[in-house]
Nanobody
Framework: VQLQASGGGSEQAGGSLRLSCVAS????????MGWFRQAPGKEREFVAA????????YYVDSLKGRFTISRDNAKNTVYLQMNSLKPEDTAVYYCAADRVRVGQDRSLYAYWGQGTQVTVSS
């Protein structure tokens, strides 16, 4: 499966952005999906994940209530709605996929998109 992330950009603190990740390839709807982010000089960190059915979602505790992950299997797309943005949300955001595994560890995911830049100014 190939992943293409989009929707990043520049936003002021308090604003919102919605990231999209479109998957190409067969059987997308059977893949668990995740979002990660990497700020300059920092490790790539987990943001959110969703199971193939959309029935279960996972979030890093610090982002619960501000970020929401969802998916539309008919459109082969997973979304990350980001609200009340803060300057510390500035990072490159990556989507990831795996047929079997899901969780917070980036090693669980076999496929990765190219990333989309999010910049939040104060």
């Amino acid at each position: 499966v190939q992943l293409q992330a989009s929707g990043g950009g520049s936003e002021q603190a308090g604003g919102s952005l919605r990231l999209s990740c479109v998957a190409s390839g067969r059987a997308y709807s059977t893949y668990n999906m995740g979002w990660f982010r990497q700020a300059p000089g920092k490790e790539r960190e987990f943001v959110a994940a969703i199971t193939w059915s959309g029935g279960t979602t996972y979030y890093v505790d610090s982002l619960k209530g501000r970020f929401t992950i969802s998916r539309d299997n008919a459109k082969n797309t997973v979304y990350l709605q980001m609200n009340s943005l803060k300057p510390e949300d500035t990072a490159v955001y990556y989507c990831a996929a795996d047929r079997v595994r899901v969780g917070q560890d980036r090693s669980l995911y076999a496929y990765w998109g190219q990333g989309t830049q999010v910049t939040v100014s104060s």
